[in-house]
C-alpha cells in the first residue's frame, strides 16, 4: 500500500503528516508508525500526525510519537498541522481545531510559515526539589541549568524520565538557562526517548515556570531559543491561573513523498 505523506518542522521538531480528511481514521499500525518515524529505517521523525474531518471544529488532530503509540498534546505538532491544514485548503488565516487535550485556536502569518498557536489554561505547578513539574497539554519536568550548552541532556533527563516517581507515566524533562534577554532550553522527549530540538508544550511549561520562579505576573512574553531555532511564548498571569497562552513559531514543509 502505497502512503503519500508530508514532511513538516517547527524549530527542528519535525513531524510525518499524512492527509487522511477523506477517510476516517482506524486499525492504526502502531508497528508502521514506528517505522515510518525511524531515522535509519523509514522516513526519519519526531512523531506522526494524521488529519481528519471532524463535525464541530476545521479538522481534528491524531498525534503519534516516534515509538508508534498515540501522545499527548504536542505544540510544535499542532503548529506543524496548521500551516498543513492551509497547504491543503483547510483553512486560511485562523482555525479551531480539536487535539487530544481538546479545542485549539490558531492564527498564522501571510506567508502560512508562522503559526501563533493558543495553548491550555495552567493553573496547577507543583515542585519536585528545585524542580517545576506542571502540564501543559503534555507532563513536564523543569530544571535550571547553568552551562546548558555543555550539559548532558540525553543522560540525565533519561534519568529522570525513569526514575521511580516518572517511569510509570513518563515526563519530558526541560533544562533551562536563564541567558537575560531570552531563554535557553534543551529536553529529552518521552516517546521519542532522545533529545529533541525543539517541544512545544516543554518551552511553554519552561516559560511559565520561570514566570513562577522570578514571581512575575501580569502580560508575560518570552523569547526562548531552542537547538532548532526561535520561539516565542505569551500568556497572561495573575500569580495563580495562566491564560491566554501561545505558542508562536515557525512550521515549514520540508518535503512530501510516497511510501510503501
Not at 540525565?156 to 533551562?176: A, D, L, P, W
Request: hydrophobic fraction near 35%; glycine fraction near 10%.
Amino acid at each position: 500500500m502505497k502512503i503519500n505523506f508530508f514532511k513538516y518542522q517547527g524549530a527542528g521538531n519535525d513531524f510525518i503528516l499524512i492527509d487522511h480528511t477523506n477517510e476516517q481514521l482506524k486499525d492504526i499500525d502502531n508497528q508502521l508508525v514506528e517505522q515510518l518515524c525511524h531515522r535509519r529505517f523509514g522516513i526519519g521523525a519526531d512523531g506522526l500526525m494524521f488529519i481528519t474531518k471532524h463535525e464541530d471544529y476545521d479538522f481534528e488532530m491524531h498525534y503519534f510519537n516516534a515509538d508508534g503509540k498515540p501522545g499527548s498534546m504536542c505544540g510544535n505538532g499542532g503548529r506543524c498541522i496548521v500551516a498543513f491544514a492551509k497547504q491543503l485548503g483547510i483553512i486560511d488565516r485562523e482555525t479551531n481545531f480539536l487535539a487530544v487535550d481538546g479545542p485549539h485556536y490558531a492564527r498564522i502569518s501571510e506567508n502560512g510559515e508562522w503559526i501563533d498557536l493558543q495553548m491550555i489554561d495552567v493553573d496547577t505547578i507543583t515542585k519536585d526539589n528545585e524542580a517545576y513539574v506542571l502540564n501543559t497539554g503534555s507532563p513536564h519536568y523543569v530544571a535550571l541549568r547553568s552551562n546548558l550548552k555543555d550539559f548532558d541532556v540525553f543522560s540525565e533527563g533519561k534519568n529522570i524520565r525513569y526514575n521511580s516517581t516518572y517511569v510509570e507515566k513518563g515526563i519530558n524533562v526541560n533544562f533551562v538557562e536563564d541567558k537575560g534577554d531570552h531563554l535557553f532550553v534543551r529536553t529529552y522527549e518521552r516517546g521519542v526517548e532522545d533529545e529533541t530540538y525543539a517541544c512545544g508544550t516543554g518551552v511553554t511549561a519552561v516559560a511559565m515556570a520561570m514566570a513562577k520562579h522570578k514571581n512575575q505576573t501580569g502580560h508575560i512574553k518570552t523569547d526562548i531559543k531552542v537547538l532548532g531555532g526561535d520561539i516565542k511564548i505569551e500568556f497572561d498571569y495573575d500569580g495563580k491561573v495562566f491564560t491566554n497562552v501561545f505558542l508562536c513559531g515557525p512550521a515549514k514543509l520540508v518535503f512530501e513523498g510516497e511510501v510503501g
